[in-house]
């Protein structure tokens, strides 16, 4: 079965930047558009990029979205960061007709 | 505006049947597919399943084929998860999502409903 790979946890200051990782396990993950969603403590999640490195509207510039087929990966990017950014943050992709999460990277803005 | 609101939380006990529901509105709900995430306590997230209330055409994962229904009313622009004999397993946070245009990925959550399942 696919499956898709985050680190537990990152971890940065505020006004820096930080990047997550999310590695597909087989096949190609450019085969497949790339969703990250973010779930501050408490709240549902949101979308934050949708295929690849789209944001939808209110999200702002600072998150951007991409994808290395060399290592099979996607990213997030978050600069200028914000005590407001702490979050889980979830990839998520498909495949065999079925939508598949990452197990999520929790970020801590300290 | 789109909005998914979600009906509230629900406490059963273990054998209980249950269904849940979440309205869509601001939008075509016809057109757009609906699907189910679950999130066990301390939990990631996890696809159930999704249905295209135009002509309820529904897809499931394996993990959760059999274990639960999916279904819609488009006449009030609803769509519904359900079980008919809950476990204590199934204690969890339930969000629908809307499915985004052609990408398999959603763009709008609902605010989630909470089900406890308890004897």
């Known amino acids: 079965n696919f499956m898709l790979t985050q680190p537990h946890s990152v971890s940065e200051s505020p006004g820096k930047t930080v990047t997550i990782s999310c590695t597909g396990s087989?096949?190609?993950?450019?085969?497949?558009?790339v969703q990250w969603y973010q779930q501050r403590p408490g709240s549902a999640p949101t979308t934050v990029i949708y295929e690849d490195n789209q944001r939808p509207s209110g999200v702002p510039d600072r998150f951007s979205g991409s994808i290395d087929s060399s290592s099979n990966s996607a990213s997030l990017t978050i600069s200028g960061l914000k005590t407001e950014d702490e979050a889980d943050y979830y990839c998520q992709s498909y495949d065999s007709s079925t939508w598949v999460f990452g197990g999520g990277t929790k970020l801590t803005v300290l | 505006e789109v909005q998914l609101v979600q009906s509230g939380a629900e406490v059963k006990k273990p054998g209980e049947s249950l269904k849940i529901s979440c309205k869509g509105s601001g939008y075509s709900f016809t057109s757009y597919w609906i699907g189910w995430v679950r999130q066990m306590p301390g939990k990631g997230l996890e696809w159930m399943g999704i249905?295209?209330?135009?002509?309820?055409?529904?897809r499931y994962s394996p993990s959760f084929q059999g274990q639960v229904t999916i279904s819609a009313d488009k006449s009030i622009s609803t769509a519904y998860l359900q079980w008919s004999s809950l476990k204590a397993s199934d204690t969890a946070m339930y969000y629908c999502?809307?499915?985004?245009?052609?990408?398999?990925?959603?763009?709008?959550w609902g605010q989630g409903t909470l089900v406890t399942v308890s004897s």
């Open positions: 087989s096949g190609s993950i450019a085969s497949n558009y």
């Open positions: 999502v809307r499915r985004y245009g052609g990408t398999q990925g959603c763009d709008y």
């Open positions: 249905i295209y209330p135009g002509d309820s055409d529904t």
